[in-house]
């Protein structure tokens, strides 16, 4: 059965004109989940998209990580030989050192730190005219990552580390300007770490021991030595970085209160509940990831296609979680689809799909639930803001996207 194929040497440029919309968009005019293409200088690329493609894309069986995160991405966003690019026992071992860090008792130290930083900024934010939401935000989860993970950061080095965690974070998807920022933000980010983690090893710092900075330290390899400084500095940063990144759900959370102000209403009435389900559908609605890459590890054949050793495979992870199969009016934002939600693990993959703790599912996805629900409790109960006349728009080629203004509102004072 033969496999619908895009035409062309290389579609990367239409893959950068599309962004978002590219495989969702082939999808539809295929009429079929999965489709061949050619990308990345003409390389063969297969792409798939919904429920029954995700588990498929999530058996360690069939897919690997290794070699399918290209090195732009390492070099920006990831970080090379992260945890991310991982497969079997070390990817496992790997694994169980940040699923460690994901306690009750260390996600509750969050929310508190959170709830903190949150007041701290408010308190500022009142003797301000107009507060740039995103870029405040920003600076608000950049001292949350550290905090939480005993990172010791001095005010005269905020904004430094602020926009290199967050220039990481925006070269994914760029070419040009952005990439390189990305780069030369990744490179100062990890000498940074590197030196703090020096000084843990040396005895100058003593972070607590149930913190990230600790674990990252003093971790040992299966074959019991130290993780190299360099490495430890990598996945510290995995750490700090995707807490950043939740800057962009929290402005997102913030339009959808502004066009939505029946669900800003339930989120003041019914906070405990509608917080969970509000969040939720901010994370399937909004852009955040556009698809997730892994290499064939054995030939294979699904739904009639064989899948050939080495293959580049692009699971659509925007269009998954709006894909009119698996979700009622999709492009709608209802966070009622998630009362008493059961659904598959599989059909909603807004940070990875499959399991937390062999899979490659996002360790930290609780952490951007809980920061997400705390955030948007403040921006929704605890102030009053106005809205001036702006640009909220946003691009689904720009990856990753934010609102054109970045959300500037005014006159902010405490309820």
């Known amino acids: 059965m033969g496999i619908p194929r895009e035409k062309g040497l290389d579609n990367s440029l239409a893959l950068f004109m599309e962004g978002y919309n590219y495989i969702p968009k082939r999808r539809t005019c295929f009429q079929s989940d999965i489709f061949e293409t050619r990308l990345m200088g003409g390389q063969k690329v297969i792409c798939i998209g919904g429920k029954e493609a995700a588990e498929v894309f999530y058996d360690n069986e069939k897919f690997r990580r290794q070699g399918a995160a290209p090195k732009r991405i390492q070099k920006t966003l990831l970080g090379e030989n992260g945890v991310q690019t991982l497969d079997g026992v070390g990817h496992k071992h790997r694994k169980k050192l940040f699923m460690s860090l994901m306690t009750p008792e260390r996600i509750d130290d969050l929310t508190e730190i959170t709830s903190r930083q949150w007041q701290t900024a408010i308190e500022n934010w009142e003797q301000k005219k107009e507060v740039v939401l995103f870029d405040a935000a920003r600076e608000i989860m950049c001292r949350i990552a550290c905090e939480w993970a005993g990172v010791p950061l001095w005010?005269?080095?905020?904004?430094?580390?602020?926009?290199?965690?967050?220039?990481?974070?925006?070269?994914?998807?760029?070419?040009?300007?952005?990439?390189?920022?990305?780069?030369?933000?990744?490179?100062?980010s990890e000498q940074w770490i590197q030196g703090i983690i020096q000084q843990v090893r040396q005895g100058q710092l003593m972070p607590h021991e149930d913190t990230a900075l600790y674990a990252m330290a003093w971790h040992s390899n299966l074959d019991g030595k130290l993780m190299n400084i360099q490495m430890a500095a990598v996945e510290l940063l995995n750490i700090l970085r995707p807490i950043v990144a939740i800057a962009r759900y929290v402005t997102f959370g913030t339009l959808a209160l502004y066009n939505y102000p029946e669900s800003k209403a339930k989120l003041q009435t019914d906070k405990k509940e509608y917080s969970q389900m509000f969040v939720q559908e901010v994370r399937r609605f909004y852009p955040f990831g556009p698809f997730l890459g892994?290499?064939?590890?054995?030939?294979?054949?699904?739904?009639?296609?064989?899948?050939?050793?080495?293959?580049?495979?692009?699971?659509?992870?925007?269009?998954?979680?709006?894909?009119?199969?698996?979700?009622?009016?999709?492009?709608?934002?209802?966070?009622?689809?998630?009362?008493?939600?059961?659904?598959?693990?599989?059909?909603?993959?807004?940070?990875g799909g499959g399991e937390y703790d062999i899979g490659h599912r996002c360790a930290g996805e609780w952490v951007t639930i809980e920061v997400m629900k705390v955030s948007l409790n403040f921006l929704a109960n605890r102030i009053n803001y106005q809205v001036p006349k702006q640009n909220l728009n946003y691009s689904l080629v720009r990856m990753p996207p934010i609102p054109k203004s970045r959300f500037l509102i005014r006159k902010v004072k405490q309820k």
């Open 155 to 188: 005010a005269k080095e905020l904004q430094q580390r602020t926009t290199d965690l967050s220039a990481m974070i925006d070269a994914f998807g760029a070419v040009g300007p952005r990439h390189w920022r990305g780069r030369q933000a990744r490179k100062r």
């Open 294 to 351: 892994a290499r064939v590890r054995s030939d294979f054949n699904w739904k009639g296609y064989n899948f050939t050793n080495g293959t580049l495979v692009l699971l659509d992870i925007y269009g998954t979680n709006h894909d009119p199969d698996l979700w009622e009016e999709p492009e709608e934002f209802m966070p009622e689809r998630f009362r008493g939600w059961q659904g598959s693990p599989f059909s909603f993959i807004p940070q």
